[in-house]
């Protein structure tokens, strides 16, 4: 199984950069996904990583480290619609089929003016 | 883009009867939907997955015979929520595969289901 950690909240200005954090364990990585999430509403994909470094699209960027088992997205000028919870979400190859997701639990971000 | 939907998009029933949640792929064939329970402030827990033409898979500690799962089509999958109960009140969201050419096999989401029993 997989042990996907990140922080709960976060807080950050109008304008800033805010760096989201995810450390994860599995036994057969299989990529790395990121999505936005706005309350009651259904997740929506930001990035996608399988290999090693960083990938940029538009103000959200992504990195990842296999072999730390780490990653994180980067947002830059921060808009208040940025205000969502951001999940960080692991593939891996499971016995039941190469395409299952495991969450985590969600860091909350509230962008301020 | 790909487009997922749910439907409904909230429901209230009693407790003991029973509630089907239907999701579907618009533009796309989907040969593997997932079905995911989210309660408050809490991740996405996958509940089961769906495979069309055969029986769904389900997770450790989710009860097949209570969340009755049909892939009868390429498009279509629904969840039945037999005999609710108060506990069962949550987020239920679907998604479907898209096999893009770039092998990224990205899951869209469908809007969510409120499931509220009272």
């Known amino acids: 199984g997989q042990n996907i950690d990140q922080p709960t909240e976060m807080t950050a200005t109008e304008g800033a950069i805010v760096q989201i954090n995810c450390t994860y364990q599995t036994s057969g990585f299989n990529g790395l996904f990121w999505y936005q999430q706005h309350a009651g509403e259904a997740p929506t994909f930001l990035s996608y990583n399988v290999l090693d470094g960083l990938e940029e699209k538009g103000r959200f960027s992504s990195f990842l480290s296999r072999s730390k088992g780490y990653s994180y997205l980067l947002l830059k000028e921060l808009q208040m619609k940025d205000s969502a919870s951001y999940l960080c979400a692991v593939r891996d190859h499971s016995g039941a089929g190469s395409y299952q997701l495991t969450f985590g639990k969600g860091t909350k971000l509230s962008v301020i003016p | 883009g790909a487009v997922v939907s749910q439907h409904p998009s909230w429901v209230i029933c009693k407790s003991g009867t029973s509630v089907k949640i239907e999701c579907r792929s618009l533009?796309?064939?989907?040969?593997?939907m997932f079905w995911y329970r989210q309660f408050p402030k809490q991740s996405l827990m996958l509940m089961a997955t769906?495979?069309?033409?055969?029986?769904?898979?389900?997770e450790q500690g989710v009860e097949k015979d209570k969340f009755l799962i049909n892939h009868a089509s390429l498009t279509l999958s629904t969840l039945t929520v037999t005999s609710a109960h108060p506990e069962d009140s949550s987020f239920y969201i679907c998604?479907?595969?898209?096999?893009?050419?770039?092998?990224?096999?990205?899951?869209?989401f469908g809007p969510g289901t409120r499931l509220t029993v009272t």
């Open positions: 533009d796309f064939q989907a040969t593997t």
């Open positions: 769906s495979n069309e033409g055969s029986k769904a898979t389900y």
């Open positions: 998604s479907a595969i898209l096999h893009d050419s770039a092998e990224v096999f990205e899951q869209y």
